[in-house]
């Protein structure tokens, strides 16, 4: 495995891990585990190693294993099964829906992107407002917490952004919901995270605007308030398309 460069978490973990060459490692273990499915090394039905096993073979925090999954998840290649694990698909169930590829330069297809994660984040927030419970809640600060501990070491917090969207989405307790809005979250972090690599500064300030966004969502399914939670996430999701819109123009 290439270099691994990596920070030490308050929980003593490894977080924000990239590889040397700038290649984001959650897309690298998605893709190894896809390969091995295709080759047919693992088969329809077989369970995958746990997230410690996978932490400890690839070298990886728990964050970047659960990101790898959720991408082989909303692909369709496996499916996780609560307190079991995660398990192959059959091939007649894999890649139920998939949604074509965005590049940066493609404006009028990211409005399109965009406009689709917006109407699907912010309905799956108001339901998670509904029905989140106890342990949902406890997942969800967690990892705004984690983004604000990125945010004070002057690193952006991609992993626990996508943690904390995933959270409120898992919290809706629709397997429906989470499938797509996992995929479509995924489709729009890769372009998300192409455009601030070429983006010089990391515009501290407008970081901090999100964490705010952020909090306000929280405080929002905090007390369990659909209204004002789908309020605060369509504002997050505005806002963030402006914002990829000034990535774009750095």
Do not use: W
């Not at 693992?42 to 932490?55: M, Q, W, Y």
């Not at 406890?138 to 917090?157: F, H, P, T, W």
């Not at 705010?212 to 399914?221: C, K, L, N, V, Y």
């Amino acid at each position: 495995m290439a270099l691994l460069h990596s920070v030490a978490a308050p929980d003593g973990s490894k977080t924000g891990i990239a590889q040397a060459d700038g290649r984001h490692l959650p897309d690298e273990i998605a893709a190894t585990i896809n390969a091995q499915v295709q080759r047919g090394e693992l088969t329809p039905g077989d369970r995958l190693p746990s997230e410690r096993e996978l932490c400890e073979l690839h070298g990886v925090s728990r964050s970047v294993v659960r990101e790898a999954l959720s991408q082989l998840k909303s692909d369709r290649i496996i499916e996780t099964r609560r307190g079991s694990g995660a398990y192959v698909l059959e091939r007649d169930q894999r890649q139920s829906f998939r949604m074509q590829e965005v590049a940066i330069d493609e404006r009028e297809s990211l409005s399109l992107m965009m406009e689709l994660i917006v109407t699907v984040e912010v309905a799956a927030t108001r339901l998670a407002a509904m029905r989140r419970t106890p342990e949902d809640l406890k997942m969800i600060r967690r990892a705004l917490i984690g983004m604000e501990y990125e945010i004070a070491n002057d690193r952006l917090g991609d992993d626990q952004d996508f943690a904390f969207h995933q959270a409120i989405v898992e919290a809706t307790h629709n397997p429906h919901f989470i499938a797509l809005s996992s995929h479509l979250e995924q489709v729009a972090r890769k372009v998300i995270r192409q455009a601030r690599t070429n983006t010089r500064h990391q515009h501290i300030e407008l970081i901090e605007a999100v964490q705010e966004e952020h909090q306000a969502i929280f405080d929002a399914i905090k007390t369990s308030d659909p209204d004002a939670a789908a309020r605060a996430a369509e504002n997050h999701l505005h806002n963030a398309a402006q914002r990829l819109d000034m990535y774009l123009k750095n």
